[in-house]
C-alpha cells in the first residue's frame, strides 16, 4: 500500500499503522494481503524495521517504524486473521527482541540515550515512538517480564507523583480531529497507559 503522492516506493511504518487501523475495525480478510506480504518483505536483517529500507537501502532498524508495525501485527493477530500469521509473528518477536536490545531507548552500541524525546511522554504518538508507548504494546502483546525493560520503567517511576496524573510532556505532527489534552497539563490517556504498564509489570 502507497498512499503517498510525493514518493514512488511504499512505507513500511505507513503499512504497520495501516494494518493496524484496519485490523482494528474488522475490514475484509482479501484486503489485508498485499500489506501483510510487503511488511514480511520488509524485515531487516537485526530483526525489526525501518521505513528507509527499501528507499535508501537502511542498514539498521529504526525503534520507531519498529513500533509502528508491531502494534499492527499485534492488532492483526487479536482480531482473527490468519494470512501469513506465522510469519508475521515471527516478525513480531524478533521486533520485540531489536527494542529490547536497545532497552527500549538506548544505543546498542554506546548506551546512550538515542534521543531525548523517546523518554517524554506523548498522545497521540502518531508515527513516534517513546518508552510509554513501547511499554505499553508489549503490555498489550503480553510480552513476559524482561530485565532489560526495567531502564524504561524507571523512567516511569520517576515521572511519577502521588496522587497526580501523568501529564502530556510533548505533541508530534499530524491531523487530528479535535484536541483532546493540553501539553504540559494532566493526561487521562498517559496516566491509564502508565497505569496499565505498572500493573503488568508491577
Known amino acids: 500500500m502507497n498512499p503517498a503522492k510525493t514518493v514512488e516506493v511504499s ?14 475495525f474488522g475490514a475484509e480478510r482479501s484486503g489485508q494481503k498485499s500489506i501483510v506480504d510487503f511488511v514480511i518483505s520488509q524485515r531487516m ?12 537501502d537502511a542498514k539498521h532498524s529504526s525503534l520507531l517504524s ?9 492488532e492483526y493477530f487479536i482480531n482473527g486473521y490468519s494470512y501469513r500469521l506465522s510469519e508475521l509473528l ?25 534521543d531525548k524525546q523517546f523518554l517524554m511522554l506523548s498522545y497521540p504518538s502518531h508515527w513516534w515512538f517513546d518508552v510509554l508507548r513501547a511499554l505499553d504494546y508489549f503490555r498489550l502483546a503480553e ?12 523512567v516511569l517511576l520517576k515521572k511519577q507523583r502521588k496522587g497526580e496524573r501523568r501529564s502530556l510532556q510533548a505533541r508530534h505532527p499530524g491531523k487530528t480531529h ?25
Request: hydrophobic content about 30%; overall charge neutral; charged content about 30%.
Open 11 to 24: 512505507d513500511v511504518c505507513i503499512n504497520g499503522m495501516f494494518l493496524n487501523y484496519r485490523t482494528y
Open 90 to 114: 515471527n516478525c513480531e518477536s524478533s521486533s520485540r527482541e531489536f527494542m529490547l536490545r536497545h532497552e527500549l531507548f538506548k544505543s546498542d552500541h554506546s548506551g546512550e540515550i538515542i
Open 143 to 154: 510480552a513476559e517480564y524482561d530485565k532489560r525493560l526495567k531502564p524504561s520503567i524507571e
Open 178 to 202: 479535535f484536541e483532546m489534552e493540553i501539553p504540559g497539563k494532566q493526561s487521562r490517556w498517559n496516566t491509564l497507559r502508565f497505569l496499565r504498564v505498572l500493573r503488568q509489570y508491577d
Open 45 to 56: 536483517g537485526d530483526g525489526g524495521f525501518n521505513c528507509h529500507y527499501n528507499k535508501f
Open 66 to 74: 519498529t513500533i509502528s508495525v508491531s502494534e499492527g501485527i499485534r
